[in-house]
């Protein structure tokens, strides 16, 4: 069983950052990639940012240039900072983790989500 835990979040002003933090723990060889989706009210559940352990990073088109998404490979955590936040970045973000183990290869692990609110 791989644990995720999520930190950061809540309620951030248009033109502001936000910074979250995910760390992954638990029973699990080698992790392949960490990342952030997030669903907005009405929306389908979308990628934000991953990347894998050796450092490839995709980000959404809506995220471009005012995203970044660092890993601590050392203690299995993954951030994503992002700054110039508007409305529609208001979402619940979730943690991804890509995982071996004993249940697998490639098995995916959610985090519960932390709520993203951008006033204007």
């Known amino acids: 069983q791989v644990h995720l835990v999520e930190s950061g979040g809540g309620l951030v002003q248009a033109g502001g950052s936000l910074s979250l933090s995910c760390t992954a723990s638990g029973s699990f060889w080698k992790i392949n990639a960490m990342g952030w989706y997030r669903q907005a009210p009405g929306k389908q559940h979308e990628l934000v940012a991953t990347?894998?352990?050796?450092?490839?990073?995709v980000y959404a088109d809506s995220v471009k240039g005012r995203c970044i998404i660092p890993r601590d490979n050392s203690k299995n955590t993954v951030s994503l900072e992002m700054n110039s936040l508007k409305s529609e970045d208001t979402a619940v973000y979730y943690c991804?983790?890509?995982?071996?183990?004993?249940?697998?290869?490639?098995?995916?692990?959610w985090g519960k989500g932390t709520l993203v609110t951008v006033s204007t």
């Open positions: 991804n983790v890509n995982v071996d183990g004993s249940c697998g290869y490639g098995m995916r692990y």
């Open positions: 990347t894998t352990m050796s450092g490839s990073r």
